[in-house]
């Protein structure tokens, strides 16, 4: 069975860091690629990032260029994703997904989900 754990979510203060970590089972991560997503309160969820087996990775939102980065650890079946300056509008809960692609660049949805993890950012 497919399945995908977020982990490494919790309460940090303005200009911190986190790194969530999402570790999937049931399959090998040569034939999906991985996405990370946010929710906040009253939001629609949006796209943070994405990253592909060969390790090709899009960051997608202009609010978080140059502060998260996306990696996996294809021997651990894991994908990371690197927050830094965290900002209180970083506050959602986050999701990592998968779906069967080898590229970022063209799917048409995720088709796995984890069950999300909390990020709170304030002082």
């Known amino acids: 069975q497919l399945q995908l754990v977020e982990s490494g979510g919790g309460l940090v203060q303005p200009g911190g860091s986190l790194r969530l970590s999402c570790a999937v089972s049931?399959?090998?991560?040569?034939?999906?690629?991985i996405g990370w997503l946010r929710q906040a309160p009253g939001k629609e969820r949006v796209k943070i990032s994405c990253?592909?087996?060969?390790?090709?990775?899009?960051i997608y939102p202009d609010s978080v260029k140059g502060r998260f980065t996306i990696s996996r650890d294809n021997a651990k079946n894991t994908v990371y994703l690197q927050m830094n300056s965290l900002k209180p509008e970083d506050t959602a809960i986050y999701y990592c997904?998968?779906?069967?692609?080898?590229?970022?660049?063209?799917?048409?949805?995720?088709?796995?989900w984890g069950q999300g993890t909390q990020v709170t950012v304030s002082s």
């Open positions: 049931g399959f090998t991560l040569d034939r999906y690629i």
């Open positions: 990253i592909a087996y060969s390790g090709s990775s899009t």
């Open positions: 997904a998968a779906t069967p692609s080898s590229t970022c660049s063209r799917y048409r949805q995720y088709d796995y």
